[in-house]
């Protein structure tokens, strides 16, 4: 053993305590720092002397050598990392869900006097008024200004429900930005931790950044992460790959032609479509395009249905003037082309047509057996559906089994029994509201007997892909037709932005229709039946496809809003609860006590400190073996 | 005989009940308090099989009744608690189901089990027994 080997023992005791001493004063300092986790150092005593081969020295061994710090490990539990990441997606998908409920149900807890219900409950009493007082201006006047309070509620309700689809919208594009930032910075920390490993380091603090990205990263999506090959860190979004190692792939948000303008999210390198689920992302998508959407196509629905009722009677019924034929409310038609024909794909030529809804030409009898039997084909949820009818079938059979079919074209007779099909809101966003898309009868009750089509047959199919497609409809085309199928062109998206009362009803009020024409074909004085039958609407089942009037609309409205908002946070109070636990339980392993690492630094102080005495002993013994010994 | 209306309004009382029991029951699961468990459970029972025998009576009497407006909204409350009640559950079985993940976890980190479906040189399906586990302290 050489003279000075006790030296070189003491200094690597000096070397491990000072390092120890250093990582706790680090894990100190960053008591309080996001994401940071303990460390610790792995001390291992030093190879001993003398290896047990025949050069070894006559001396009894085997004589230590010390220590050496081996390593510096963090103090992480993988497996409650994975755990905490695999469900935080959950926690923040309903956060934001209650978050922007809270947002909806104030819409709906609008101030009674301006609230859609109060307003049209005042529409009604009005017309209610008018047929006790058919010749009466000031209570036409009271319609007039009653319709109009009516239709700014139902514009305030939709600027409303638009207005949270449009921050949604913002909200998606600004996550969308996060998430590839984040992407970015865990690529990027992955090169740096490979190059570092390779040198033989462990980069703490490296990878304990990398773990809080990927712990911000869960919070935006459902995300997995894979380690199993410790020079390529993975992370998966939606089955694909988002990081490898140090390549990050990005996403992106495109805009989609049809619909409110919304953008929907892509995948940056190959623009497929992104399905995002969890997460605030998720949440934001699906709130945006389910929720919001079905709150906005279902007030378009309660708009479009009441309007059409109302104009119904208004259209057949004769005002204080002589007047009648007209719409009591308006709609801003889709296109200004009266066949409806529309250029979809933007290539400058029309190749749709948008049409809402055909009136058949013939009086029926809702309780009269049909006789005849055949198939439908109208436009569905999902493709087109069937709906068969028989010979035994009565007329009110037949418009039953429609709406009560997948189908997204509704039936019923209108005032003078002619069958009228409209259309409704479509489930699918690559179908646009309000238009019928097929309309298809194998058989004649749609063409002979309701005189809707002109003949049977696919060839004679109505179908919106094409422009002129009213040119299937009987007599359209038809020169001298006794009469011809009706057909309104479909509002624009969102009729309740733009619903309003007949500018020639409001400018000249005696327009306002309250009575029907004798067979003089002029209305009688004092008759206020129209006005009556209008009022009496508020008692209709007016939800065609389902057994609801306008106050049950309403009603189930609130409470379901009322209800999604409790579901939203009872789960995110339920999540909460299990990331506490799972977060508390992480900070317990990898989270730094301060008494703990000061207690370590007086322990680590004093072996520093007993080693710089036993370097000073071996100097000294030293000392008097040069400067003593043969003197 | 009772009157569809105060049948209405006393399942409306139970439900009540019912959904402050299933409150209960989750709060007692996150707190690990199984005794108090043991006792809503068997509460929220017995609310149960009364609502069950109400809701009977009930449309027994609705059959050929057409529901007046008071009813209506009777009926509509009705469905909306039973709406909440369906969340509630729904949410305790999440929590539930997340808590016994995390400790599947666990147990498959320290005990790992083999899925997959072995084979005897016959052809037989063996089920393997799973490994037990000891666990050397009181919860």
Redesign the interface.
């Given at each position: 053993m050489s003279t000075f080997a006790g030296i070189e023992i003491g200094k690597r005791s000096l070397n491990a305590h000072m390092t120890s001493i250093s990582t706790a004063g680090h894990n100190i300092t960053n008591a309080e720092t996001e994401g940071y986790s303990r460390q610790r150092v792995q001390l291992k005593a030093f190879d001993p002397i003398y290896r047990p081969d025949l050069t070894r020295a006559e001396t009894p061994g085997q004589i230590g050598q010390g220590m050496n710090a081996e390593s510096i490990t963090r103090v992480r539990d993988e497996?409650l990392d994975?755990?905490i990441v695999a469900?935080q997606n959950?926690e923040s998908y309903w956060d934001t869900r209650s978050h922007y409920y809270t947002m909806i149900e104030q819409v709906y807890n609008e101030p009674d006097d301006v609230s859609i219900r109060s307003t049209m409950d005042k529409f009604w009493e009005s017309w209610q008024e008018l047929s006790l007082n058919p010749e009466s201006h000031a209570n036409r006047q009271a319609v007039i200004s009653r319709g109009e309070s009516l239709v700014n509620s139902i514009r305030n309700r939709d600027t409303a429900l638009t207005g949270i689809g449009n921050l949604l919208n913002s909200d998606i594009e600004a996550n969308v930005e996060q998430l590839n930032d984040y992407a970015n910075q865990i690529a990027a920390l992955n090169n740096e931790i490979v190059r570092s490993k390779a040198m033989g380091d462990n980069p703490n603090d490296l990878m304990d950044r990398r773990d809080l990205l990927v712990d911000k990263l869960s919070k935006i999506a459902n995300i997995t992460t894979d380690r199993r090959d410790s020079d390529e860190y993975m992370v998966h979004i939606d089955g694909h790959i988002l990081v490898q190692g140090n390549l990050a792939r990005n996403l992106d948000v495109e805009s989609v032609l049809d619909g409110y303008g919304y953008s929907k999210v892509v995948w940056k390198d190959t623009r497929n479509d992104a399905e995002i689920t969890g997460g605030s992302l998720g949440a934001l998508i699906e709130l945006r395009d389910v929720d919001i959407r079905n709150e906005i196509q279902s007030l378009n629905t309660m708009t479009m249905n009441f309007a059409d009722l109302v104009n119904d009677v208004h259209r057949n019924s004769v005002g204080a003037n002589n007047t009648t034929g007209l719409d009591f409310f308006v709609q801003k038609p889709f296109v200004e082309n009266t066949n409806g024909n529309y250029d979809r794909d933007g290539d400058g030529v029309e190749d749709h047509s948008y049409v809402f809804r055909f009136t058949g030409t013939n009086s029926l009898k809702m309780q009269e057996q049909i006789g005849i039997e055949g198939t439908m084909t109208i436009s569905g949820h999902a493709g087109n559906i069937n709906v068969p009818y028989y010979p035994t079938d009565t007329v009110e059979a037949v418009i039953n089994r429609i709406n009560d079919s997948d189908g997204e074209v509704k039936a019923y007779l209108d005032r003078n029994n002619n069958l009228v099909l409209k259309a409704t809101t479509a489930s699918s966003m690559d179908n646009p509201d309000f238009v019928i898309r097929h309309v298809e009868d194998s058989g004649h009750f749609l063409v002979g007997y309701a005189g809707i089509l002109n003949g049977s047959g696919a060839e004679n199919a109505y179908d919106f892909n094409q422009r002129d497609a009213v040119n299937a409809l009987r007599g359209i085309t038809e020169e001298g037709a006794e009469s011809a199928a009706q057909f309104a062109v479909s509002p624009v998206t969102n009729p309740s932005t733009y619903v309003d009362i007949n500018s020639a009803i409001k400018n000249d009020v005696m327009s306002v229709a309250s009575a029907f024409m004798d067979h003089s074909g002029t209305a009688m004085n004092g008759d206020g039946r129209a006005a009556s039958e209008i009022a009496a609407i508020r008692n209709t089942k007016v939800m065609i496809g389902h057994e609801r009037t306008l106050d049950?609309y309403f009603?189930?409205t609130v409470?379901h809003v009322?209800?999604m908002g409790?579901?939203a946070e009872?789960?995110m109070l339920?999540?909460n609860?299990?990331m506490d636990?799972?977060r508390g339980l992480r900070d317990s392993i990898s989270g730094v006590n301060i008494d703990e690492e000061l207690a370590d630094i007086i322990k680590f102080q004093h072996g520093y400190n007993a080693a710089a005495k036993f370097v000073t002993v071996i100097d000294s013994m030293i000392d008097t073996v040069i400067n003593r010994l043969g003197v | 005989m009772k009157d569809i209306h105060s049948v209405l309004v006393e399942q409306n009382t139970v439900l009540d009940e019912i959904i402050l029991g299933q409150e209960k029951i989750h709060q007692s699961v996150k707190t690990k308090d199984w005794v108090e468990l043991e006792n809503n459970m068997a509460l929220v029972q017995e609310k149960t099989l009364c609502f069950t025998e109400l809701d009977s009576v009930r449309e027994n009497l609705s059959k050929n009744i057409k529901l007046d407006n008071e009813c209506s909204k009777l009926m509509s409350d009705l469905h909306a608690k039973l709406l909440k009640s369906k969340i509630n559950n729904e949410a305790l079985t999440k929590y539930i189901s997340i808590t016994q993940n995390f400790v599947q976890g666990v147990l498959d980190n320290v005990v790992p089990q083999r899925r997959n479906v072995l084979y005897s040189k016959n052809g037989k399906i063996i089920k393997p027994r799973p490994d037990s586990i000891v666990l050397n302290k009181v919860l």
């Open positions: 497996m994975q755990r469900q959950q049950d009603a189930d409470t009322g209800l409790e579901q009872t789960n339920s999540q609860a299990v636990d799972l | -």
